[in-house]
């Protein structure tokens, strides 16, 4: 039997396991951010909210830096080498993982190259979005200061750089905020904790060592390995159209379509390919998983958590529906069971 969606993710939700990308330096209880200066006080004020999450985001793509980026999520903790340009038009990126398995990630705008030096073997993609750390999440600015409210706290020394210290607080319970910690000159993130409502982080993400400003050196975005032989895997999922999909969808107020695919997750087994629905409020995002025919696959009443990651499975009819995000585990819960098959898919119509 072909492994299935649950079984897939199921192992990112476990106690103990580690996910793609987590977050940096641990830290068992958030540090109080020294008084800000009279200039950073004068700088707060003279910054919309709007305009410190732009100049947050334009950062992340435009300036140059390279550096040793430490996540942890729960007791785990991983390492990466990145460095990172902007030649004008579009960026590029190197990112070497420390840790665990080789991989490495080379990216030119939205095309990403991941290799594997174990298997000789390279995946090529594309990302849509960017979302990731030291990026604070795909939507725009007004976008995100629907759900969140923006504080601007005072100062904190970060890799041996002075950074202003931001909290991105949620409106209700459906989501987590963000603390945020950005380097003074240049804007770029340096710092970032997921934390729930009591401000404790579930997930934290840092530079341990950090250059600013470097010049473009295209040798530094080379491979680590010759890949000639290897092989050659392209993911190009299947668009598809959500109301045209047999599906009913609720996703939670503020959160919008983002994209919906169709996957193999499994690409040497047979079988039909897993509908993918991502939803985003523009910084966190919610994933829904419909996997048809998925046999006897067993679900759990509860929902699973790993750091700021939830996820939970249930059955609707032969289908095995799974609901992963970056949310509290209410939020996946309520997604899961909003899920239906459209009126006009079913026996009869």
Same mark, same amino acid.
């Given at each position: ?90 960026? @590029?990126? =190197? $990112?070497? +993982? !420390?840790?665990?398995? %080789? ?8 095309? #990403? ?33 629907? @759900?969140? =409210? $923006?504080? +601007? !706290?005072?100062?904190? %020394? ?8 931001? #909290? ?182």
């Amino acid at each position: 039997m072909r492994a299935s969606t649950a079984s897939r993710v199921r192992p990112f939700l476990l106690p103990g396991a580690v996910l793609s990308v987590a977050l940096g330096i641990a830290s068992p209880t958030l540090a109080q951010p020294t008084s800000p200066s009279r200039a950073v006080a004068a700088e707060a004020l003279a910054r919309t909210d709007v305009q410190w999450l732009q100049a947050i985001q334009a950062a992340a793509e435009r300036v140059n830096y390279s550096g040793t980026v430490v996540y942890q999520r729960g007791g785990a903790m991983q390492s990466s080498r990145v460095v990172h340009f902007f030649d004008g038009t579009v960026s @590029h990126e =190197r $990112l070497q +993982v !420390l840790d665990g398995r %080789r991989r490495e990630y080379i990216r030119r705008d939205t095309e #990403v190259r991941c290799l594997y030096p174990d298997t000789k073997r390279v995946r090529l993609e594309r990302r849509l979005e960017q979302d990731r750390f030291p990026a604070i999440g795909a939507g725009t600015p007004a976008e995100i200061l629907e @759900h969140y =409210r $923006l504080m +601007v !706290l005072g100062t904190e %020394r970060v890799a041996d750089m002075e950074c202003r210290v931001l #909290v991105l607080e949620p409106k209700d319970d459906l989501r987590y905020g963000q603390w945020l910690c950005v380097e003074a000159r240049t804007a770029l993130l340096v710092k970032a904790r997921t934390v729930d409502g009591q401000m404790q982080p579930l997930e934290q993400m840092a530079f341990a060592e950090l250059k600013l400003g470097e010049r473009l050196d295209r040798s530094q975005l080379k491979p680590s390995w010759s890949t000639e032989g290897w092989a050659i895997e392209r993911v190009e999922p299947q668009p598809i159209d959500v109301d045209r999909s047999g599906w009913q969808i609720t996703p939670p107020p503020g959160f919008r379509l983002q994209r919906a695919v169709l996957r193999n997750l499994a690409p040497d087994a047979a079988g039909d390919a897993t509908m993918q629905v991502v939803y985003s409020d523009g910084l966190a995002t919610v994933s829904v998983f419909i996997e048809a025919n998925a046999g006897d696959t067993p679900t759990h009443d509860e929902v699973r958590r790993h750091g700021p990651t939830s996820g939970f499975a249930r059955r609707v009819g032969d289908a095995l529906v799974t609901v992963v995000g970056e949310v509290p585990p209410g939020t996946v819960r309520q997604v899961a069971q909003s899920v239906v098959r459209s009126p006009t898919s079913l026996p009869g119509r």
